[in-house]
């Protein structure tokens, strides 16, 4: 029979497990996405005005939809499929260190989630490309609506992750393993994570530079400033290890 696990991890995806300096999945999709003038000039100004917000936590929860829902309609006006997407996809690789820490606690038996103010297929697809899919547990994001042709048409209204739900996904996941919401650790990179968990105190933050700090002390209890995740990865366990003594 399975050990019920003591500790779980919910990760954020963008700057998190992957490098800001690859930037969103969404960004990377652009590339192939934005098939004219006035689509890329649309794009342009949309997350221009939304990832300053984002980025400090201050994007409200009308501005949080209305982004998704203005980023797939591009994709839709843009005739983005799935199959094209995934060409620029499965060029991005984890963050260094992101790959050895899912399986270190994979293999150790605890639950791991990508929860993501993003795209559940896009996040399944470089998972898949870094061969790391096998040690998540469930990816909480949102699902897209595809006709036959793997056309993306939109996207499930309720599977949707937003900065404000975040904790509730990780509630949800941690009750769903049969773990105390006080023994959900998590890693998030901006204020957009600052719900992602539990405790302030189980919340690490990445980032790779001094002026981030500043954007995210408030909401995280730990922050590491490197590029690796080795540094978080050591750190996490640490607390797993000290919580089951």
Not at 29 to 49: H, P
Not at 70 to 97: F, H, M, N, P, W
Not at 154 to 177: D, I, M, Q
Request: include cysteine; charge should be positive; proline fraction near 1%.
């Amino acid at each position: 029979m399975k050990r019920q696990a003591d500790w779980c991890v919910v990760f954020d995806f963008d700057g998190t497990c992957i490098t800001r300096e690859v930037g969103s999945l969404f960004t990377v999709i652009d590339q192939v996405a934005l098939t004219s003038d006035k689509l890329k000039e649309e794009s342009k100004q949309m997350r221009k005005f939304f990832l300053h917000k984002a980025h400090h936590g201050k994007l409200s929860v009308k501005e949080e939809i209305h982004w998704l829902d203005q980023t797939i309609k591009l994709y839709k006006e843009g005739k983005l499929t799935l199959i094209k997407a995934g060409s620029v996809l499965r060029e991005v690789t984890l963050r260094d260190g992101v790959w050895k820490c899912l399986e270190r606690f994979h293999n150790m038996g605890v639950p791991i989630a990508i929860i993501s103010y993003g795209v559940r297929d896009f996040i399944d697809i470089v998972l898949r490309a870094n061969h790391a899919d096998a040690f998540v547990d469930e990816i909480y994001a949102a699902n897209l609506v595809l006709d036959k042709k793997t056309l993306i048409t939109g996207y499930k209204k309720h599977t949707a992750v937003f900065p404000e739900t975040k904790g509730k996904f990780s509630l949800r996941f941690a009750k769903k393993h049969g773990v105390s919401r006080t023994r959900i650790l998590a890693v998030g990179d901006s204020g957009s994570d600052r719900y992602l968990g539990y405790l302030k105190k189980n919340r690490l933050g990445i980032v790779e530079d001094y002026e981030k700090i500043k954007q995210v002390k408030t909401f995280m209890g730990e922050i590491f400033l490197t590029k690796s995740f080795y540094p978080i990865s050591d750190r996490l366990l640490e607390k797993i290890e000290r919580g089951r003594q």
